[in-house]
């Protein structure tokens, strides 16, 4: 039996939603074999990861990369439309099809089936992120062969969409939480409430096209708090992003380099301190909006803000439930008037992260890793 992993994005940030669960099936020791298959822009996360964990190496594969086409059309949007990524799959069929499962913690591997006609090759897929954006509960989410759930949530939300095969899915818990916290030096001289702003880069739910740059702003003219904008990884990676449902277009302009030069602020667009929970671990108060990076944060309960300037209709809606672990913003003028005295955590938010954390992580003794790699195992055995 021949397992494989891919890594076929633009950056890092999915590494840690897989890499661990391949990670635990080479310390089983089991007769399968285990290749993990990455694209240029995630083999030095792969790679970093691998070597800080314990157990034996992982079989590293260096994707044949993209045609000078696909570069091209993707270099040309704006990186806007994945032709890169399509390319990829496209130009190593010869590696998939040598394969009895692939996990992957996206959804463009599909076309692996769709398009390239690789039918028997048995999908099985991790998410990233146990977030509530409608999007991962597509109708893409139910075409995997296995599906790896982190909690009772995301099976019942994908059971509501009747995307769920009977004996295609398995509550396994987050592989992410198995991964040892890493040694940073301090981030900040002084000791201040430390404010992390986490924004998406979804331009149909990111507050940062609205509102972003003057958060930043604000931060830099106070002395109260130390700040840190580590957004989603993918926020500045392409000139511009498209949201389809609903449709909007965001243009990525970031802080340019030696932008708020100042002791209390802390600028990180994607260093592997983005990816590995550094700063949800450090930080005393979030803000944010549609990333999944909050329900990491509340794994410890601390005060949240979440930022609403397009005015969404949120309250019951199921694409927002993490919106109920802190306090939506609508305005820049309600942002100042919360952060003009330093946030508490109240009982009732407390017990309603606490609420929300449990109902989307099923967390075990077992670790994680090791509870999806036997999911994959007795999933392939009954094929």
Request: glycine residues 6%.
């Amino acid at each position: 039996m021949h397992i494989g992993f891919l890594f076929n994005h633009y950056g890092g940030h999915q590494v840690a939603h897989a890499l661990p669960v391949a990670l635990a099936l080479l310390r089983r020791g089991t007769n399968a074999k285990v290749s993990v298959l990455v694209s240029e822009d995630c083999e030095s996360e792969v790679r970093r990861m691998a070597s800080a964990t314990p157990g034996p190496a992982p079989e590293i594969i260096r994707l044949r990369p993209p045609s000078r086409i696909a570069r091209a059309a993707n270099r040309a949007s704006g990186r806007a439309i994945p032709a890169d990524i399509l390319s990829t799959l496209h130009r190593n069929l010869d590696r998939f099809r040598k394969l009895d499962a692939l996990v992957v913690p996206e959804k463009t591997s599909l076309m692996l089936k769709s398009l390239f006609g690789l039918k028997s090759l048995k999908l099985v897929h991790t998410r990233h992120g146990a977030g509530d954006r409608a999007i991962g509960f597509d109708k893409a989410s139910g075409k995997f062969d296995l599906v790896l759930l982190s909690g009772e949530k995301i099976r019942d939300r994908l059971s509501e969409a009747a995307l769920l095969k009977k004996d295609g899915h398995a509550i396994v818990g987050y592989p992410k939480f198995d991964i040892p916290p890493p040694k940073h030096p301090r981030l900040f001289a002084k000791d201040k409430p430390t404010v992390l702003y986490n924004p998406h880069p979804s331009p149909a739910l990111s507050s940062w096209y609205r509102m972003g740059p003057q958060i930043l702003d604000w931060f830099a003219n106070s002395d109260r708090y130390n700040f840190i904008f580590a957004p989603h990884v993918m926020l500045f990676k392409k000139r511009i992003t498209v949201s389809l449902s609903p449709f909007a277009l965001g243009w990525n302009r970031g802080p340019k380099p030696g932008d708020y030069e100042q002791d209390h602020m802390l600028i990180d667009t994607g260093s592997p301190a983005c990816l590995d929970m550094t700063y949800t671990d450090a930080a005393d108060i979030y803000i944010g909006d549609a990333s999944s990076q909050v329900y990491e944060f509340i794994r410890r309960p601390r005060p949240c803000f979440f930022l609403n300037p397009r005015g969404h209709a949120w309250q019951d809606n199921p694409d927002f439930a993490h919106w109920r672990a802190g306090h939506v913003l609508d305005r820049f003028e309600q942002f100042e008037v919360a952060f003009s005295e330093l946030p508490r955590l109240t009982p009732a938010i407390r017990t309603q992260q606490e609420s929300l954390f449990d109902y989307s992580f099923d967390l075990q003794e077992r670790p994680s890793s090791e509870r999806a790699a036997e999911a994959i195992l007795d999933y392939l055995a009954r094929q």
